[in-house]
């Protein structure tokens, strides 16, 4: 069964500083691996995804993630963050075809610090 | 606007009161799905549909119900609501290829529910 796990609950870094956020999955075959972000009382955005091909992967707002096989990672980073970052990340794996579904990490809530 | 659209977004509600919480995507998507989300479980999958009049359960589907009648809506119904099922429910819609590949999946809003 794939599963996601996000090791840091809760993150705080300032303002401009750089910003990496862990994930690792676990998944039999070729995951498609996404990062999604969720700001206070919204729903969720879709940052960036790796489905094949480049494993460093561009998203939107400045973000970026690396897909590392050896690793079974996928780590989100962004080389300097503004307050308006301050949000809960999830990492989601998804394979299970037929179903589409996507399996979530627990979340990263990260806090930015003037 | 392509959207998915939930109502309610906010529903207090006691034990046993029958309920449903509503979705719509005007994307013309084949698969929907609801999650709901609680503090340190991230989202987890209650019931998907990959078209309609086609419904299944995903990873904790107990308690509740959901319906395909028309493409655009994909409801989720609480028969008996209990205090477990409190939490921030999203759906989802995304296209479908048939093929091992993935499509983005969209989210609305959220609907947090409180049952008493």
């Known amino acids: 069964a794939q599963s996601v796990t996000q090791p840091d609950i809760h993150i705080t870094v300032s303002e401009g500083a750089s910003l990496e956020l862990r994930c690792n999955y676990s998944y039999g075959a070729t995951p498609y691996l996404f990062w999604y972000v969720q700001s206070p009382g919204q729903g969720l955005q879709l940052l960036l995804k790796y489905f094949s091909g480049d494993t460093l992967v561009q998203g939107i707002k400045g973000f970026e993630a690396e897909f590392k096989r050896s690793q079974s990672s996928f780590n989100l980073r962004k080389p300097s963050v503004h307050w308006s970052d301050a949000a809960e990340y999830f990492c989601?794996?998804?394979?299970?075809?037929?179903?589409?579904?996507?399996?979530f990490g627990t979340g990263t809530r990260l806090t930015i610090i003037p | 606007e392509a959207q998915v659209t939930q109502n309610p977004r906010y529903l207090i509600t006691v034990t046993g009161k029958k309920l449903t919480v509503t979705c719509s995507q005007n994307?013309?998507?084949?698969?929907m799905s609801w999650y709901r989300q609680d503090p340190g479980l991230g989202l987890r999958q209650i019931y998907y549909?990959?078209?309609?009049?086609?419904?299944d359960k995903g990873d904790v589907p107990e308690g509740y119900k959901v319906s395909r009648k028309e493409k655009r809506n994909f409801p989720l119904i609480l028969e008996s609501p209990s205090p477990n099922q409190t939490s921030l429910y999203f759906c989802a819609s995304s296209l479908t290829s048939g093929s091992r590949t993935y499509n983005e999946q969209f989210f609305g809003p959220g609907t947090r529910l409180t049952v008493l």
């Open positions: 549909s990959m078209n309609v009049e086609v419904t």
């Open positions: 989601a794996v998804g394979g299970d075809f037929g179903n589409e579904k996507l399996t």
């Open positions: 994307m013309n998507h084949e698969y």
